[in-house]
């Protein structure tokens, strides 16, 4: 069973629409993350959820939207997208918030915008 | 304002080599420091967990080292496969923001 699962695992799409990644992990996690892995391979946090409550929210433009029906659910709503959104966007579960335990990856949603 | 930088960016090495990853950040108030690695076209997976009050950790032929005053940290690779090719990256739990900061990675290529 996966871990952390992330749909879809590509993303190819106009410049201008409105996307949405969905994640989930069946390790009975409280936290879970979005991160951002740009062209250069630098990855860098996005939000970080525990128990439904936003905790991080980075210098992302408000296009981004996170959402967390549940703890063991994190989506992510991308309106208005552009040509730099082109990415790799990687979620992320631990037990526990923020850097003290370690963090179990997906496989990551590669968006490509047209 | 954290920074993590990781030398070298690539290397490439014959099997059965022992190698060295280097890793160093620029503010020492750290919880712990992370050693992930990343396959092609796949998500990290978790190596290594350094507390800041740890000097290293062990897992089969991994060992990592933090030096926490002088802000580095190694990963050895003993005996190395071509099956730990991958990239190795470094992560420092930030002290206060409950985040990691990442650098950039290192590219390993293990020839057989």
């Known amino acids: 069973d996966t871990a952390v699962s992330q749909t879809p695992k590509y993303l190819v799409t106009q410049m201008g629409n409105d996307k949405s990644i969905k994640c989930e992990q069946n390790?009975?996690?409280?936290?879970m993350y979005w991160y951002k892995q740009d062209s250069k391979k630098f990855l860098k946090i996005m939000f970080s959820?525990?128990?439904?409550?936003?905790?991080i929210n980075e210098t992302v433009p408000n296009r981004f939207s996170p959402k967390s029906p549940d703890k063991a659910h994190l989506n992510l709503h991308i309106n208005s997208l552009e040509l730099g959104d082109s990415a790799v966007y990687f979620c992320?579960?631990?037990?526990?918030?923020?850097?003290?335990?370690?963090?179990?990856f997906g496989d990551g949603t590669r968006l490509s915008i047209l | 304002k954290q920074e993590v930088t990781q030398i070298p960016a690539a290397l490439s090495v014959p099997e059965g080599e022992n190698l060295v990853l280097n890793c160093s950040f620029t503010?020492?108030?750290?919880?712990?420091l992370q050693w992930f690695r990343q396959d092609p076209g796949k998500g990290l997976t978790s190596l290594l967990l350094?507390?800041?009050?740890?000097r290293e950790q062990t897992s089969g032929r991994l060992n990592a080292s933090l030096d926490k005053s002088s802000g580095r940290s190694t990963l050895y690779i003993a005996a190395s496969q071509p099956g730990d090719s991958a990239t190795y990256l470094c992560?420092?739990?930030?002290?206060?923001?409950?985040?990691?900061?990442f650098g950039k990675g290192t590219k390993l290529t293990v020839n057989p």
């Open positions: 992320a579960s631990s037990q526990g918030q923020g850097a003290y335990q370690p963090q179990h």
């Open positions: 390790l009975g996690h409280d936290t």
């Open positions: 959820y525990n128990n439904k409550e936003l905790i």
């Open positions: 503010d020492s108030a750290i919880y712990n």
């Open positions: 350094i507390q800041s009050s740890q």
């Open positions: 992560a420092v739990g930030e002290g206060g923001s409950e985040k990691l900061v």
